[in-house]
């Protein structure tokens, strides 16, 4: 099952603008993930955020914990062209050590 | 895609046809999953295995099956009774316990002649 959602599904930039992303969940989690998807490719592991932590930085990214509103944001600032991807949200499962992943939203990051 | 492999990169499957997807993994993991992703869409759990000679049913395992004989290798098979199997299979591992950090493999296409 589904449990994060991102929002927006789409999101259109030039380089050198911030992208942000959100993600909100349906119940209480251990962590949060964000992953990032190329074209035709797997996906690869940027952040996890705890849920008693409420930001946290790698580079580039930052990332936002809500817990009392369950949801989620990823920033990315500064955008490259090379950006252009899915992006993301993951938390728990009810399924052993499986993740729930969102639909992720789709950034395209124009030079 | 780290130490996890997939293979074959594209698969085409005939009617009535079962296919098996390589998946392995030197990452020394306990746990591996199989996801199943369509054009724009999330990914979606077929099957998990947190140890070796153990696996797990996801949210969409009908149509499927898998085998875990070996920590490093988890393949799928797509069985003839999986009526829609064009989509883009990608399988991960982690290390054991909840939320832990996956690590995926580049996938495989599976398209339907």
């Known amino acids: 099952s589904q449990q994060g959602e991102e929002d927006p599904q789409a999101l259109s930039i030039q380089e050198g603008e911030n992208a942000t992303m959100n993600c909100s969940y349906k119940?209480?989690?251990?962590?949060l993930q964000w992953y990032r998807q190329n074209s035709g490719r797997g996906l690869v592991h940027l952040i996890l955020i705890r849920s008693n932590e409420r930001e946290k930085h790698s580079g580039r990214l930052r990332v936002t914990l809500d817990t009392s509103k369950k949801s989620s944001s990823l920033l990315i600032t500064a955008s490259r062209a090379a950006d252009t991807a899915s992006y993301f949200c993951a938390t728990d499962s009810n399924s052993g050590y499986a993740l729930n992943f969102g639909k992720g939203t789709s950034l395209l990051v124009t030079p | 895609d780290g130490g996890i492999t997939q293979s074959p990169k594209y698969l085409f499957r005939k009617e009535g046809q079962n296919v098996t997807l390589s998946c392995e993994q030197n990452?020394?993991?306990?746990?591996m999953y199989w996801y199943r992703q369509d054009p724009g869409q999330g990914l979606r759990l077929i099957y998990y295995?947190?140890?070796?000679?153990?696996?797990q049913k996801g949210d969409i395992a009908e149509g499927y099956s898998v085998s875990r004989e070996k920590k490093e290798s988890f393949p799928l098979t797509v069985t003839s009774a999986q009526k829609n199997p064009t989509a883009f299979y990608l399988c991960?591992?982690?290390?054991?316990?909840?939320?832990?950090?996956?690590?995926f493999g580049p996938g495989t296409r599976l398209l339907v002649l």
């Open positions: 119940t209480s989690i251990n962590n």
């Open positions: 991960a591992s982690s290390a054991s316990g909840p939320g832990e950090t996956q690590y």
């Open positions: 295995s947190q140890i070796v000679n153990d696996f």
């Open positions: 990452l020394n993991h306990d746990a």
